[in-house]
């Protein structure tokens, strides 16, 4: 009887291992298959242009991935695109503790800062971004906040930083002109013309004058740059 008991006691424990296991590999499967239908959605999604059924597609593979979901940069970008910058800043916060050193995220978190009005802390960000890139579009930002924060003595430093650096000749900074019209200007027409608002407020009107002169021989219809030179007159 004992012998029969211990049989029967071994054949359920073998029987319950195998169950265990052939769940798990019908739970696994499932899942992956979960997963590529959701990337042929979200690839559906992207081709026909629809944001909302590409974000709920997302969600759900992050769902299904997990915390370390790659997809998370995708939703961050998402939001990003469509000007959610709170939803954008916490994503990206997510993917920025997993990976730091994410330059794209880190970029988008001042960015989104920025435009919520955190600029404090959008200058934390934009500090550790350009340490990071040493990259001259990353520090005009980081010189564009300190200024607006009135730290114009580390806008000056920052500014005198990034004019050592090469220009990549990819960027270019929008002004608001009036309430109809924005200007395309050139990076390094952009950072000239930082350096002078700078200099005007140190007191430094010979810097501010030959930084506005540069400024326009970089790019001679920068309206902004041609007032404020005309204004030292």
Same mark, same amino acid.
């Given at each position: 009887?004992?012998? =029969?008991?211990?049989?029967?006691? /071994?054949?359920?424990?073998?029987?319950?291992?195998?169950?265990? !296991?052939?769940?798990?590999? +019908?739970?696994?499967?499932?899942?992956?298959?979960?997963?590529?239908? &959701?990337?042929?959605?979200?690839?559906?999604?992207?081709?026909?242009?629809?944001?909302?059924? *590409?974000?709920?597609?997302?969600?759900?593979?992050?769902?299904?991935?997990?915390? /370390?979901?790659?997809?998370?940069?995708?939703?961050?970008?998402?939001? +990003?695109?469509?000007?959610?910058?709170?939803?954008? +800043?916490?994503?990206? %916060?997510?993917?920025?503790?997993?990976?730091?050193?994410?330059?794209?995220?880190?970029? #988008?978190?001042?960015?989104?800062?920025?435009?919520?009005? *955190?600029?404090?802390?959008?200058?934390? !960000?934009?500090?550790?971004? +350009?340490?990071?890139? $040493?990259? %001259? =579009?990353?520090?005009?930002?980081?010189?564009?906040?300190?200024?607006?924060?009135?730290?114009?003595?580390?806008?000056?430093?920052?500014?005198?930083?990034? &004019?050592?650096?090469?220009?990549?000749?990819?960027?270019?900074? *929008? =002004?608001?002109? %009036?309430? $109809?019209? $924005?200007? &395309?200007?050139?990076?390094?027409?952009?950072?000239?013309?930082?350096?002078?608002?700078?200099?005007?407020?140190?007191?430094?009107?010979?810097? *501010?004058?030959?930084?506005?002169?540069?400024?326009?021989?970089?790019?001679?219809? =920068? #309206?902004?740059?041609?007032?404020?030179?005309?204004?030292?007159?």
């Amino acid at each position: 009887m004992n012998k =029969f008991n211990i049989s029967m006691k /071994n054949r359920i424990v073998a029987l319950s291992v195998i169950l265990i !296991v052939s769940f798990a590999g +019908f739970s696994q499967n499932q899942t992956a298959d979960d997963i590529s239908m &959701e990337k042929q959605i979200l690839k559906s999604a992207k081709k026909i242009g629809d944001p909302s059924v *590409a974000k709920s597609s997302i969600f759900r593979l992050i769902a299904l991935e997990g915390e /370390n979901s790659t997809y998370k940069d995708s939703l961050a970008y998402i939001y +990003f695109s469509a000007r959610q910058y709170a939803p954008c +800043f916490m994503i990206a %916060n997510e993917v920025l503790q997993r990976d730091p050193k994410h330059l794209e995220m880190l970029e #988008i978190k001042g960015i989104s800062l920025e435009a919520l009005g *955190a600029f404090d802390k959008s200058l934390e !960000v934009y500090e550790e971004l +350009f340490k990071l890139s $040493n990259n %001259n =579009f990353h520090g005009y930002n980081l010189a564009k906040l300190q200024y607006s924060l009135k730290k114009y003595d580390d806008a000056f430093k920052t500014i005198q930083e990034i &004019e050592k650096l090469n220009d990549s000749g990819t960027y270019k900074v *929008a =002004f608001v002109i %009036n309430q $109809n019209h $924005n200007q &395309e200007i050139e990076l390094l027409a952009a950072i000239s013309y930082l350096k002078g608002i700078t200099a005007i407020e140190l007191n430094k009107k010979d810097v *501010a004058k030959a930084s506005f002169e540069k400024a326009l021989k970089i790019q001679s219809d =920068f #309206i902004l740059a041609k007032e404020k030179l005309e204004s030292l007159k």
